[in-house]
């Protein structure tokens, strides 16, 4: 086995197979490395470490525990916890914003959170999100009791706030504290999570509700009280989500099933396997032609598709490559449009190209299980392909290109490229791009102006200026 610094590289299985699962209950557990073979990206041995010690403490405190009923019984009943008291278990409860991308990479960076801060994790999934993942924690769950106290009521709860939580005394905390890392509202929170202050203030809270859209991962790099911990469990700073996100997002046997499916009928057999992801964002008043030229000019330029030839050319020999494009979109039309191109017109270099969409949807809807579980199928589809072209901005698409270990070709805003060789550019790492940077440093005085000062690791995204990402 390799071996980088003390670390050795460990193979994919040992990141998500643990020892107390039941096989049949998760084939995607067993089966996903024969699907994403040839990945280089390899987690290291302390990282299994520390998955397997969480899994204990998930095991110890995690619902259905004895520890799990005293510690939640008598916080219900005391508003405060004294900073001096040793509590035995902590929590962490995510709940959801969003769509499903926003919901995974910030379900991740929340994992990660939990795992450095010996909380346990649990998730607030509606009936929306029933059955898309398999549990990720052996013997136990991470799906909230439904008689979690005050649940349903999580706005009432006392707000962290600026390094404070609003009816703190000296020397107490609050028992249940609720953060808000959501894109908008809770900017002025995201931008200091990585000071210490911050980390220290919520360390003494016993149960954090979070609700978050956010990829915010990368302020855990930025910290010095993680730093030097989470360095140890990555050795490769770009491969956070693809290793967080293979170990947490398993999909369940009926994801699996659809997946599976459209693989072994459409992209099996092709000798490239292209993913296009086209999320056209409602408020975007671009004709449909405008994207349509804007992905023929990125995948004809970089030679991801070949070019066309007129309809009546002679025939080519047939030593060419056979194609399939996985279109994911809300519309029907981008696949369509590229279908009947391949199909009424001749390529170029004798390649056969073949466009398959499984579904379009045509809005995103909210509360509607088949909807999340179709939006699922197509991110991880996205993920084993061999070449992916994705939308700017989107986490649809980031949950993608980290799955799938690819450094996607994004595109430029939809429908903007008026000059034809800048439809889209190659992105440097597959990570998702956080889209709230921190601005001041955390003495709170002076504007950073180099990011990667906080880490060498960090840059600004390629696709949002303001946001940064780890590479
Ligand atoms: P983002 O808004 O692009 O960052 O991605 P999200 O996943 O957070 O939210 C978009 C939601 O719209 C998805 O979760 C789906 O519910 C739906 N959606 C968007 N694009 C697609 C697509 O290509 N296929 C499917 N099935 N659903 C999509």
């Known amino acids: 086995k390799p071996v980088t610094g003390q670390h050795k590289l460990v193979d994919n299985d040992e990141l998500v197979v643990a020892s107390g699962f039941v096989k049949e209950s998760c084939i995607s557990r067993y089966q996903y490395s024969s699907y994403h073979k040839n990945k280089p990206y390899k987690p290291s041995s302390y990282l299994i470490t520390k998955l397997r010690s969480y899994e204990k403490l998930h095991t110890r405190c995690g619902p259905q525990s004895l520890h799990y009923r005293k510690t939640i019984r008598k916080l219900s009943r005391i508003n405060h916890v004294k900073d001096s008291d040793t509590i035995p278990c902590k929590y962490l409860v995510w709940t959801p914003a969003n769509g499903l991308g926003n919901r995974m990479v910030s379900m991740a960076s929340a994992f990660l959170y939990s795992v450095l801060e010996n909380r346990v ?42 390094n404070r ?14 953060l808000d890392l959501q894109h908008g509202h809770g900017d002025h929170n995201l931008r200091q999570f990585h000071c210490n202050e911050t980390l220290f203030t919520l360390g003494k809270i016993p149960v954090l509700i979070l609700i978050s859209d956010q990829y915010f991962a990368p302020y855990l790099f930025m ?39 459209f693989y072994e009928a459409y992209l099996a057999n092709a000798d490239e396997k292209i993913g296009l992801q086209i999320r056209v964002y409602p408020h975007q008043k671009v004709p449909s032609q405008n994207i349509m030229s804007q992905i023929l000019s990125c995948t004809l330029t970089h030679n991801i ?62 509360g509607d299980n088949m909807h999340n579980m ?51 550019k190659r992105g440097f790492s597959m990570e998702p791009c956080l889209h709230v940077a921190p601005q001041y440093d955390c003495k709170g005085g002076s504007k950073i102006t180099n990011i990667s000062k906080l880490n060498p690791h960090l840059s600004a995204c390629e696709d949002v200026w303001w946001g940064v990402k780890l590479n």
């Not at 730093?227 to 967080?244: C, D, G, T, Y």
């Not at 197509?378 to 986490?395: G, K």
Request: aromatic share 12%; with cysteine; charged share 20%.
């Open 121 to 162: 994790f649990l998730v607030e999934f509606e009936a929306e999100m029933d059955c898309l993942f398999c549990e990720p924690f052996p013997n136990s769950t991470w799906l909230l009791p439904k008689n979690f106290p005050h649940k349903n009521h999580w706005s009432q709860l006392p707000a962290f706030r600026k």
């Open 305 to 366: 598709l070949p070019s066309l030839d007129s309809p009546n050319s002679p025939l080519r020999n047939t030593t060419s490559k056979s194609k399939a494009v996985l279109v994911a979109s809300l519309s029907p039309d981008f696949a369509e449009g590229l279908k009947s191109l391949y199909w009424t017109r001749p390529t170029m270099n004798g390649d056969v190209i073949g466009v398959y969409q499984p579904s379009h949807e045509e809005y995103q809807k909210f």
């Open 223 to 261: 910290s010095s009280t993680f730093k030097q911990e989470i360095n140890k469990m990555f050795h490769e700073k770009a491969a956070v989500f693809h290793h967080l996100g293979h170990y947490l997002f398993n999909p369940s046997n009926e994801a699996w099933g659809l997946i599976t499916r």
């Open 165 to 178: 939580v609003n009816s703190e005394e000296d020397g107490f905390s609050p028992s249940f504290v609720h």
């Open 374 to 424: 179709k939006a699922w199928a197509e991110i991880y589809l996205l993920s084993l392909c061999d070449v992916l072209v994705t939308s700017p901005v989107s986490t649809f698409g980031y949950v993608a290109q980290s799955l799938g270990g690819l450094k996607p070709w994004i595109m430029v805003r939809l429908g903007n490229n008026e000059h034809p060789n800048s439809a889209c």
